[in-house]
């Protein structure tokens, strides 16, 4: 006796441990917004969007002509290119050139303009698929945690079985006590209360296996003391929607459903980058500028001139009737090696010097790049067929869910109702087998059996009710009207 008395005060959390952890409360709302914000598929799918963001950012600032600076600086050894001169020497030296280029689009055939239209409706299509993930798994907190909720119940249902037993046990060991009923009854009913005791456990752990499910939608740890936090089933509000027709709820969807918006938006991006592809067919014209200079300077300088001789250039000076031969003197030059400052000398001379100017039209037409352009035309012309399956694919879906989740709201009504009646009925005959029990009339089996057929009569009624609410949920998150307890 005093073993089961003790497996009915753990049972009814009476016993325990001398400390707990602090736990805290949460309704539906606060457990769909936390889901919302760290949910990994709607991080990727905002990541998604960001991405898109940048590549229509990209296409609007490719509209702005390019603008670029390049400087070279080198050695050159051996026989080289002077590039002051364009002479070829044999001397090693120090260049450097710089130039600045712009390059402008004038035209092409709308390819850019089309191209940044269909970046933004991707922009949207993938914004649009975020709200999808958020509302998908909003869907999905909303169930498991109803689920929880159910779960939550019968464990209290079954802790109220459990307290009728042992009161029922206490009655009847008085009586027996008294000699008024046999020893077998008592037994009967400290079997019962071991079974109900047992019961109680298994009804907290599937309610403890939902929390962690719940936390697991949630994308929450599963060690963080976490509880839900709603009203009874019965002050949950639901909106009469049975009352509408299916049709009217599907086109309520139909122009609110994130997944509906997506597909149109995604379909207007593919045409638009039909028509992008089709200016690439066509010429581009653009315009040019270019600013360039050049600087060079020998690693050697010369100093002198040391004559050794002289030689004939094959060339005469006329002195009257005479003509006199012209010589050129012959010897080597004298030089020496610059330092690394006399390398710069005259550096911003040369560099003004040597400074040129262009501008001009660039022209370019596609005759043939082994049918790139042309195969990317036709890729996006089979990318606006499947954008279009997946509209009327995903329009049926839809159709077909909201149908039946309105005829499973609507068999789930009437089940719950036929399940009242059920548990009217069970509690009557409950209450008839308790009187007759106590005055000794009626076997211990016999009761057992009324009690039973309650609490399955109560579980079953739960399960309906339940199964209610979540399908006009479900109604009412089609409809647009989100999600709430």
Known sequence: ?????????????????????????????????????????VRQAAISARSSEIALRQSKLAQIPSLTYNLTHGFSFGRTLDRTTNVFISRSAMFQQMSLQSNALIYNFGSQR?????????????????????????????????????????RELARIVLQQTAAQLDNTRKLVDAGSLPELNAAELEAIVARDSAAVVQADANYQLALLSLKNFMTLPADYPFDIDAPPVERIPVDNILEESPASVFNAAMQNQPQIKGNQLRLKASEKFLAARKGQLYPTLSAFGQLQTNFNQFFKQTTGFNVTGEQPTGTYAKSGATQLPVFAPT????TTNRSFGQLWDGYWGQLSDQFGQGIGLNLSVPIFNGWQARANVERAKLDIERNKLTIEQDTLRLKQDIYTDYQSALGAYQTYLARQKAVATAERSFDLASKRYDIGVMQTIEWLTNQNNLTRARIDQMVAQYDYVFRMKVLEFYKGQGLRL
């Open 1 to 41: 006796m005093r073993r089961i008395l003790f497996m009915l005060l753990v049972c009814l959390g009476l016993a325990g441990p001398l400390t707990a952890q602090l736990v805290e409360k949460w309704d539906l709302r606060r457990c769909v917004e936390y889901a919302m914000k760290n949910s990994i598929n």
């Open 331 to 334: 010897g080597t030059q004298i």
């Open 114 to 154: 089309n191209t940044i239209e269909a970046n933004k409706y991707s922009l949207e299509a993938d914004q649009a698929a975020t709200e999808r993930s958020k509302n998908d798994i909003g869907l999905q907190v909303a169930q498991q945690y109803l689920t929880a909720l159910l779960n939550r119940e019968q």
